[in-house]
């Protein structure tokens, strides 16, 4: 099964419950435990110039771009969709995500989340760890001011340095054409230049840094259908 797609401008990558697929316009590789990887699936990739990263259940993985070489780093913890109030449960009962969600900094270190918020050097090798493992981070985005967050309840900004949320921008006040419903909850979210695009339980929406509000609107999920 494809639990996650990523474009690179060059090659498709392809992150399955078995290993990493790439497809260069004619044909597909393939890599698994095989290959380096780490068993069990990717869960969201992404890349720079030197690097594919890939967040998987079990930790991360790196793949280099100039030799083909594959680095991967078993991760400790993880957040198990069965675990009551989003609890934080060992990666080595096999039910725990390390992380579904990653972003590369200017740096080259990464940020990486599921059950909280991580951050690991370039060799792949997990340097700090915040907001505990109850806090169910969905998705995670390095910035100049800081890294911001998406959870269920709305985004954060989070400090480099110590992993203090300096601030928080809740969806009870969303922005939109009419009365958001109270119980409504972000499901995922997607970083552009100037803003982060939300998907609702009841809508989409959008995040703007510079006003600090969340926009919602239904008639983008009614255009979709």
């Known amino acids: 099964d494809v639990q996650c797609v990523y474009a690179d401008g060059k090659d ?8 990493l697929s790439r497809f260069d316009g004619e044909k597909f590789q393939n890599f698994t435990a095989d290959e380096g990887l780490l068993p069990g699936p990717v869960m969201a990739i992404t890349s720079n110039d030197k690097y594919v990263w890939l967040a998987m259940a079990r930790g991360l993985a790196r793949y280099d771009k100039s030799s083909g070489k594959i680095t991967a780093r ?5 957040w198990s ?6 609890q934080g449960v060992p990666v080595q009962e096999g ?4 992380a579904d969600s990653i972003a590369i900094d200017s740096d080259g270190s990464v940020w990486h989340a599921a059950a ?5 050097r370039e060799d792949a090798r997990e340097m700090s760890h915040y907001l505990g493992t109850t806090k169910r981070v969905l998705s995670v ?8 967050i998406a959870s269920a309840q709305g985004i954060e900004l989070v400090s480099r340095e110590d992993g203090e949320v300096s601030q928080a921008f809740g969806i009870g006040n969303r922005k939109g054409l009419a009365l958001g419903r ?28 510079k006003e600090k509000r969340c926009h ?10």
């Not at 909280?116 to 690991?120: E, K, R």
């Open 116 to 120: 909280g918020l991580a951050h690991s």
């Open 12 to 19: 498709l990558w392809i992150g399955t419950t078995c290993g």
């Open 182 to 209: 109270h119980d409504a909850f972000i499901t995922c979210a997607y970083a552009e230049k100037d803003g982060i695009w939300l998907g609702y339980s009841d809508g989409i929406g959008w995040f703007n840094p």
């Open 81 to 86: 969709p069965e675990s009551t109030g989003g």
């Open 74 to 78: 078993k991760g400790q913890g993880g």
């Open 95 to 98: 039910r725990g995500v390390y």
């Open 141 to 148: 985005y390095p910035a100049e001011e800081g890294v911001w």
């Open 216 to 225: 919602w609107s239904p008639n983008f999920s009614v255009s979709m259908g």
